[in-house]
């Protein structure tokens, strides 16, 4: 079974310092997709960034950035400069792609908090 | 261009009761997804259509059922109500294009099962 895993359920940051959060995740699939979403308190949840398993280099979005690494199955985001508007549950999740069906796997999410 | 939007945004039912979640994709998307969330447990994946045909099912008890109509507007049904019912419920629509696999979430609709 395809799982994806979040060992951090709260963390926290102080201002303008760097965070990294982690993820892994099980599949035997080769054609996958990796995801870290961004839900703010009370807000919609929106894409922070994404990474394709046959690229072998490491999606980055301004102050996001994440460590791909296939072999070991793990995906951590790493949020440089923290920013109070950074607080919110961040979610690692994976889609395979078998027959062009659609199947999401998130894991239970890390609850950020940035410190002024 | 709107976003996903989804009704009603809160509801209170007692148990035994049925209920109905309405999902209006983003315009131009034809697949829709459902997600249940609660606290610890995450997002656990319900349902995803695509051009009015279940794709996908995720791990749920058959009194949970979803359609989508032609214009993708998407309802889910949850019948006879049970306490553990109570959750936050998400919709998303994807447009399968260049950016595969990328989800746009509506606000959810918040279920308390009394």
């Known amino acids: 079974a395809q799982t994806v895993t979040q060992s951090q359920p709260e963390m926290s940051v102080q201002e303008a310092e760097t965070v990294t959060l982690s993820c892994t995740y099980d599949?035997?699939?080769?054609?996958?997709?990796l995801f870290w979403y961004k839900q703010p308190p009370s807000r919609q949840m929106i894409l922070v960034i994404r990474?394709?398993?046959?690229?072998?280099q490491n999606a980055t979005e301004n102050r996001f950035s994440v460590n791909f690494q296939k072999a070991a199955k793990s995906f951590s985001l790493k949020i440089s400069d923290s920013q109070l508007g950074d607080t919110a549950m961040y979610f690692c999740?994976?889609?395979?792609?078998?027959?062009?069906?659609?199947?999401?796997?998130f894991g239970t999410g890390t609850r950020l908090k940035v410190l002024a | 261009k709107a976003g996903v939007t989804q009704t009603p945004r809160y509801l209170i039912k007692t148990r035994g009761q049925q209920v109905t979640l309405s999902c209006s994709p983003i315009s131009g998307h034809r697949s829709v997804s459902w997600y249940q969330q609660t606290p610890g447990q995450g997002l656990q994946f319900l349902f995803e259509y695509f051009s009015e045909t279940q794709r996908n099912k995720g791990n749920f008890p058959g009194r949970f059922s979803g359609r989508q109509f032609s214009n993708s507007r998407s309802e889910m049904n949850v019948s006879t109500l049970e306490l553990g019912d109570s959750a936050l419920y998400l919709c998303?629509?994807?447009?399968?294009?260049?950016?595969?696999?990328?989800?746009?979430f509506g606000e959810g609709s918040r279920l308390t099962v009394l």
């Open positions: 990474q394709e398993a046959y690229k072998q």
């Open positions: 999740a994976f889609i395979s792609l078998p027959s062009g069906t659609y199947k999401y796997i």
């Open positions: 599949t035997s699939e080769n054609n996958y997709y």
């Open positions: 998303a629509s994807s447009s399968r294009g260049p950016r595969t696999g990328e989800l746009f």
